[in-house]
């Protein structure tokens, strides 16, 4: 087993992100560790650059994001914790690979739709290879196992794809690179925006209002809550015709690590949705307090963060050289070694 996945260091982490991945990346660092296996987490610099940004607020968003994974509980002794940017083979792995990515399947990417339609000037090529570069990520390590969130399930796929197509052209009989399963939780994979709950939370798309961050302080935090959309029934349950409290359950489940039912049940005597808004925030609020805590103090040393992400560099380009040797090989790219 050995576990990879990528955050990107663009606006502020939301309770989405969290939710979804962050605290599944602790979970999946301290798993891997007792097993003696590997996980490896990447902050996406290069992917960053594919839609219109400033230098140097990425470098800023950069070391937010970093700050905020540790004071999740990242432990770069129990995990590979690095920057995408400071190993090269990962855009080498991506241009290769793009010899065995069909232009169609690009073409279909629902990220790809939705983002290029978002850009006003310029839709650059690197939107259009940003799965390839996603695939060059994941598969550079020979990972098995990607924890992302719903959104992530389409560019999962096609790197499985990527990797079937390398070993059927290249592999020449060996598995050169490893197809990788996605592991996407059964709770909390997609939450959705507290004020149009059938758009999912997200930075760019979202409102500002409906949408919560990691380090919102719980003032903001019962704010964003007790004015969160449900609709005008009364009744606490989950349902298709009720996104937005079917969401207010699903996160309070994950905040007490309990089924929704079982949120639901505890909720019998609720005296409507203002009982489900106020104990939603206190589970959040609980549940990010010690990560807000935790993140001024890491993000303030910025010469720390650079010290963690270069010791993780490190340990990442050793395992993706290994790799890129095997592929340059495989490909007849390079010299003969
Ligand atoms: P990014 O940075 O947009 O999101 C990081 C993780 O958060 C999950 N997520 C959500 N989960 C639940 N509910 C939401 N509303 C929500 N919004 C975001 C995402 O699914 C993701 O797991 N392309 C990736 C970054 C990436 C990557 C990789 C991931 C680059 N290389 C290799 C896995 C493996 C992205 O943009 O994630």
New binding site residues.
């Given amino acids: 087993m050995r576990i990879?996945?990528?955050?990107?260091p663009?606006g502020r982490k939301?309770?989405?992100?969290y939710?979804?991945?962050?605290r599944h990346y602790v979970e999946g660092q301290e798993r891997t560790h007792t097993a003696g296996d590997l996980a490896i987490y990447?902050i996406?610099d290069l992917?960053a650059t594919t839609v219109p940004y400033e230098p140097a607020v990425l470098r800023e968003r950069l070391y937010d994001t970093a700050a905020i994974l540790l004071a999740s509980g990242l432990d770069p002794d129990r995990c590979v914790f690095f920057r995408?940017g400071d190993v090269l083979e990962h855009a080498e792995l991506c241009w290769l690979l793009s010899s065995v990515t069909a232009h169609g399947d690009l073409n279909r990417m629902h990220?790809f739709k939705e983002k290029s339609a978002a850009q006003r000037e310029l839709v650059s090529a690197g939107l259009f290879l940003?799965p390839v570069?996603?695939a060059a990520?994941?598969l550079a390590y020979r990972a098995t196992e990607?924890?992302?969130?719903?959104?992530?399930r389409q560019?999962?796929e096609l790197m499985r794809d990527i990797a079937d197509r390398f070993n059927a052209r290249f592999g020449a009989g060996r598995e050169v690179l490893v197809a990788p399963g996605h592991r996407i939780p059964e709770i909390?994979?997609?939450?959705?925006d507290l004020q149009e709950p059938a758009k999912?939370?997200?930075t760019t798309g979202g409102s500002g209002e409906g949408t919560l961050y990691v380090l919102d302080d719980p003032a903001t935090i019962e704010k964003k809550f007790k004015r969160a959309v449900t609709d005008s029934e009364n009744e606490i349950r989950r349902g298709p015709d009720k996104p937005g409290v079917t969401n207010l359950i699903d996160i309070l489940a994950v905040c007490r690590g309990v089924t929704p039912d079982e949120v639901v049940a505890s909720l019998a005597d609720a005296r409507g949705y203002g009982d489900l808004k106020a104990a939603v925030a206190a589970g959040v609020i609980e549940l990010l307090t010690p990560v807000r805590e935790r993140y001024e103090a890491l993000r303030a040393d910025e010469a720390h963060l650079e010290g963690v992400l270069g010791r993780g560099a490190d340990r990442a380009s050793a395992i993706a050289a290994d790799t890129l040797a095997d592929v340059r090989r495989a490909m007849g790219v390079g010299p003969v070694v």
Avoid: R, W
């Fill in positions: 990879f996945s990528g955050i990107q663009t939301h309770l989405g992100n939710i979804g991945a962050i990447c996406v992917h995408q990220q940003y570069l996603q990520d994941v990607v924890p992302v969130g719903e959104d992530q560019h999962i909390g994979a997609k939450i959705m999912k939370m997200s």
